[in-house]
Protein backbone atom coordinates (compact mmCIF):
# COMPACT_ATOMS: atom_id res chain seq x y z
CA UNK A 1 0.00 0.00 0.00
CA UNK A 2 1.52 3.23 -1.08
CA UNK A 3 1.49 6.05 1.13
CA UNK A 4 0.60 9.85 -0.05
CA UNK A 5 3.04 12.26 1.55
CA UNK A 6 1.78 15.76 1.77
CA UNK A 7 4.09 17.97 -0.83
CA UNK A 8 7.07 19.74 -0.03
CA UNK A 9 7.04 22.94 -0.07
CA UNK A 10 9.86 24.30 -2.01
CA UNK A 11 11.66 27.75 -1.72
CA UNK A 12 9.18 30.13 -3.25
CA UNK A 13 12.61 32.56 -4.34
CA UNK A 14 15.43 30.48 -5.07
CA UNK A 15 17.29 33.15 -6.77
CA UNK A 16 17.60 35.24 -3.96
CA UNK A 17 17.80 32.78 -1.54
CA UNK A 18 20.90 31.39 -3.08
CA UNK A 19 21.97 35.51 -3.17
CA UNK A 20 21.13 36.08 0.69
CA UNK A 21 23.34 33.07 1.74
CA UNK A 22 25.98 33.38 -1.27
CA UNK A 23 27.99 36.65 0.11
CA UNK A 24 27.92 35.24 3.81
CA UNK A 25 29.64 31.87 2.30
CA UNK A 26 31.41 34.41 0.31
CA UNK A 27 33.17 36.46 3.51
CA UNK A 28 33.27 33.54 5.52
CA UNK A 29 34.86 31.16 2.66
CA UNK A 30 37.30 34.15 1.63
CA UNK A 31 38.42 35.18 5.16
CA UNK A 32 38.78 31.93 6.50
CA UNK A 33 40.45 30.79 2.93
CA UNK A 34 42.48 33.54 2.15
CA UNK A 35 45.30 32.74 4.29
CA UNK A 36 46.51 30.19 2.01
CA UNK A 37 46.82 32.06 -0.53
CA UNK A 38 47.46 35.60 0.13
CA UNK A 39 50.36 37.19 2.91
CA UNK A 40 48.83 40.60 2.25
CA UNK A 41 46.89 41.59 5.28
CA UNK A 42 45.29 44.49 3.09
CA UNK A 43 44.20 42.06 0.63
CA UNK A 44 42.18 40.24 3.26
CA UNK A 45 40.65 42.93 5.21
CA UNK A 46 39.24 44.99 1.52
CA UNK A 47 37.80 41.88 0.44
CA UNK A 48 36.27 40.40 3.31
CA UNK A 49 34.61 43.71 4.43
CA UNK A 50 33.23 44.09 0.59
CA UNK A 51 31.92 41.01 0.67
CA UNK A 52 30.39 41.45 3.89
CA UNK A 53 29.30 44.94 2.90
CA UNK A 54 27.49 43.43 0.06
CA UNK A 55 25.89 40.40 2.16
CA UNK A 56 24.51 43.39 4.54
CA UNK A 57 23.30 45.40 1.82
CA UNK A 58 22.07 42.37 0.05
CA UNK A 59 20.04 41.38 2.94
CA UNK A 60 18.78 44.88 4.59
CA UNK A 61 17.63 46.05 0.66
CA UNK A 62 16.42 43.34 -1.03
CA UNK A 63 16.22 39.27 1.07
CA UNK A 64 14.76 40.64 3.97
CA UNK A 65 12.00 42.58 1.83
CA UNK A 66 11.48 38.98 -0.25
CA UNK A 67 12.09 36.45 2.00
CA UNK A 68 10.12 37.80 5.25
CA UNK A 69 8.18 41.07 3.97
CA UNK A 70 10.36 43.34 6.47
CA UNK A 71 12.62 46.38 5.55
CA UNK A 72 14.55 48.81 7.86
CA UNK A 73 16.71 51.26 8.20
CA UNK A 74 17.75 53.96 10.49
CA UNK A 75 17.90 57.84 10.08
CA UNK A 76 18.86 60.78 12.13
CA UNK A 77 16.33 63.40 12.65
CA UNK A 78 16.80 66.99 13.35
CA UNK A 79 17.58 66.72 17.16
CA UNK A 80 20.38 64.93 15.71
CA UNK A 81 18.74 61.32 17.28
CA UNK A 82 18.49 58.39 15.64
CA UNK A 83 15.31 56.97 14.65
CA UNK A 84 14.63 53.23 13.42
CA UNK A 85 11.98 53.71 10.50
CA UNK A 86 10.39 50.09 9.65
CA UNK A 87 7.94 48.39 6.54
CA UNK A 88 6.36 45.43 6.46
CA UNK A 89 3.68 43.81 4.42
CA UNK A 90 0.27 43.55 5.16
CA UNK A 91 -1.07 40.99 7.36
CA UNK A 92 -2.43 38.78 4.33
CA UNK A 93 0.61 38.89 2.67
CA UNK A 94 3.03 37.96 5.44
CA UNK A 95 0.33 35.29 6.64
CA UNK A 96 1.59 34.16 2.72
CA UNK A 97 5.43 33.94 2.45
CA UNK A 98 6.93 30.86 2.69
CA UNK A 99 8.01 29.30 5.46
CA UNK A 100 10.88 27.50 4.06
CA UNK A 101 12.27 31.01 2.82
CA UNK A 102 11.75 32.80 6.24
CA UNK A 103 13.83 29.87 8.08
CA UNK A 104 16.38 29.98 5.87
CA UNK A 105 16.57 33.83 6.31
CA UNK A 106 16.36 34.06 10.15
CA UNK A 107 18.70 31.00 10.51
CA UNK A 108 21.49 32.05 8.07
CA UNK A 109 21.28 35.52 9.66
CA UNK A 110 22.00 34.53 13.23
CA UNK A 111 24.80 31.27 12.21
CA UNK A 112 26.61 33.83 10.43
CA UNK A 113 26.78 36.06 13.64
CA UNK A 114 27.93 32.95 15.90
CA UNK A 115 30.69 31.64 13.03
CA UNK A 116 32.34 35.43 12.89
CA UNK A 117 31.91 35.16 16.92
CA UNK A 118 33.81 31.84 16.92
CA UNK A 119 36.54 33.43 14.05
CA UNK A 120 36.96 36.36 16.65
CA UNK A 121 37.39 34.02 19.78
CA UNK A 122 40.29 32.05 17.24
CA UNK A 123 41.78 35.56 16.03
CA UNK A 124 41.93 36.26 20.25
CA UNK A 125 43.49 32.90 20.47
CA UNK A 126 46.02 33.28 17.95
CA UNK A 127 46.92 36.87 19.15
CA UNK A 128 46.00 38.01 15.87
CA UNK A 129 44.92 41.67 16.34
CA UNK A 130 44.28 42.75 12.78
CA UNK A 131 42.44 39.83 11.98
CA UNK A 132 40.29 40.84 15.06
CA UNK A 133 40.20 43.82 13.43
CA UNK A 134 38.35 42.63 9.96
CA UNK A 135 36.36 40.30 12.52
CA UNK A 136 34.90 43.10 14.58
CA UNK A 137 34.11 44.86 11.15
CA UNK A 138 31.96 42.04 9.65
CA UNK A 139 30.42 41.07 12.93
CA UNK A 140 29.25 44.73 13.43
CA UNK A 141 27.48 44.40 9.98
CA UNK A 142 26.15 41.07 10.59
CA UNK A 143 24.65 42.23 13.89
CA UNK A 144 23.43 45.69 12.44
CA UNK A 145 21.01 43.46 10.14
CA UNK A 146 19.73 41.31 13.19
CA UNK A 147 19.33 43.98 15.14
CA UNK A 148 17.49 46.18 12.65
CA UNK A 149 14.77 42.96 11.42
CA UNK A 150 14.44 41.74 14.82
CA UNK A 151 13.42 45.22 16.06
CA UNK A 152 11.11 45.35 12.45
CA UNK A 153 9.48 42.16 13.24
CA UNK A 154 8.80 43.21 16.78
CA UNK A 155 7.39 46.36 14.90
CA UNK A 156 5.23 44.41 12.53
CA UNK A 157 3.56 41.71 14.98
CA UNK A 158 2.76 44.89 17.41
CA UNK A 159 1.03 46.52 14.13
CA UNK A 160 -1.02 43.51 13.33
CA UNK A 161 -1.93 43.25 16.87
CA UNK A 162 -3.31 47.21 16.99
CA UNK A 163 -5.15 46.49 13.73
CA UNK A 164 -6.55 43.41 15.20
CA UNK A 165 -7.65 45.12 18.40
CA UNK A 166 -9.28 48.67 16.30
CA UNK A 167 -11.08 45.88 13.72
CA UNK A 168 -12.65 44.40 17.10
CA UNK A 169 -13.27 47.62 18.66
CA UNK A 170 -14.64 48.74 15.57
CA UNK A 171 -16.90 45.86 15.04
CA UNK A 172 -18.65 46.33 18.75
CA UNK A 173 -18.80 49.74 18.50
CA UNK A 174 -20.85 48.82 15.32
CA UNK A 175 -22.50 46.11 17.04
CA UNK A 176 -23.41 48.09 20.22
CA UNK A 177 -24.76 51.33 17.99
CA UNK A 178 -26.81 49.19 15.74
CA UNK A 179 -28.37 47.51 18.90
CA UNK A 180 -29.24 50.56 20.63
CA UNK A 181 -30.83 52.03 16.96
CA UNK A 182 -32.92 49.60 16.94
CA UNK A 183 -34.29 49.84 20.57
Keep these: MERIQ????????PKTCLFHVLFKAGALAFYILSALFFNSFVII?????????????VVKNVSGRI?????????INEQGESVWKFECLDQESLARMNKKDSWLFW????LTAV??????????????ADYLLV??????????NIIGFTKCR???KKQIQQFATQ?????????????FSVV
Excluded at 46 to 57: E, N, P, Q, S
Design 6 to 13: PPVENYAN
Design 135 to 144: VGVCLSLSVA
Design 45 to 57: FVVTVLLAALDFW
Design 167 to 179: TIASRFSSTVQAA
Design 115 to 128: AWIFLGIFSLIRFQ
Design 154 to 156: KDA
Design 107 to 110: WTLY
Design 67 to 75: LVGLRWWNE
